[in-house]
């Protein structure tokens, strides 16, 4: 069995953050756990001291300044060691229980590259309309401009070998993570694969932090990416 890399970036999840990594802990492979923590001034990096980062298979990083999702999961990739990586939100929208089914077509060999989408099969809860929105219209860009074939393209878990996420370069800060990675995997010829997953949407106020210049943010950089190397 291929060993998992969990990557988890983290901002402010003081709530959250001891639920995710249970949930992440008790899922059945072998894995490591590599959270970045993006200056977080809420208790969670004090949590992360003195909780886990001692704790084997963890690995804990520290941001001096807030730098974004994107430079976490930068941070985060270069503390891998396993065969498939897998990104996890340090919220509770994503279910790590979904894990077994999203490494399974890279397990089969059937790609290299899985995103688990919010739109196959399962009728799962979305709050927010304009967010549904950005998400199609994403989604569409990301067809046309990179044929990937995929219904979500800003979903928040993305699998990938290493030798896969290796061949790219990242360069993203805050959430253009998602579209940088598509538009640069799918530039290198990797065909995505998605797989369904379960997703419970939570609100602004319960610390969702995303917001409409991400959206303005996440189209240019699937348009620039079209012409830029």
């Given at each position: 069995m291929a060993k998992?890399?969990?990557?988890i970036p983290v901002f402010n999840e003081k709530k959250t953050i001891r639920e995710i990594v249970k949930r992440v802990s008790e899922v059945p492979l072998e894995k490591e756990i590599i959270i970045t923590d993006d200056f977080s001034k809420d208790g969670t990096r004090e949590i992360l001291k003195n909780e886990y980062e001692k704790r084997k298979g963890f690995?804990?990083?520290?941001?001096d300044k807030?730098?974004?999702k994107g430079a976490a999961i930068r941070t985060g990739l270069k503390g891998v060691t396993g065969d498939i990586i897998i990104i996890q939100d340090a919220d509770l929208e994503y279910n790590p229980q979904d894990?077994?089914?999203?490494?399974?077509?890279?397990?089969?060999k059937e790609t290299e590259v899985v995103y688990g989408s919010r739109f196959l099969g399962n009728k799962n809860k979305h709050i927010y309309n304009l967010n549904m929105l950005a998400v199609k219209i994403?989604?569409?860009?990301?067809?046309?401009?990179?044929?990937?074939?995929?219904?979500?393209e800003p979903t928040g878990y993305k699998v990938f070998t290493k030798k896969a996420i290796n061949s790219v370069t990242l360069?993203?800060?805050?959430?253009?993570?998602?579209?940088?990675?598509?538009?640069?995997?799918r530039k290198k010829g990797y065909k995505i694969k998605e797989v369904p997953i379960s997703y419970s949407a939570r609100s602004?106020?319960?610390?969702?932090?995303?917001g409409w210049k991400d959206g303005i943010q996440a189209i240019w950089t699937l348009?620039?990416?079209r012409i830029v190397q």
């Open positions: 998992i890399s969990v990557v690995k804990i990083f520290y941001h807030n730098r974004g894990y077994v089914k999203l490494i399974k077509p890279i397990m089969n994403l989604t569409l860009m990301a067809n046309v401009l990179y044929n990937a074939r995929i219904t979500d360069t993203c800060n805050r959430f253009e993570f998602c579209p940088e990675v598509t538009a640069k995997i602004i106020k319960e610390g969702k932090k995303i348009l620039k990416y």
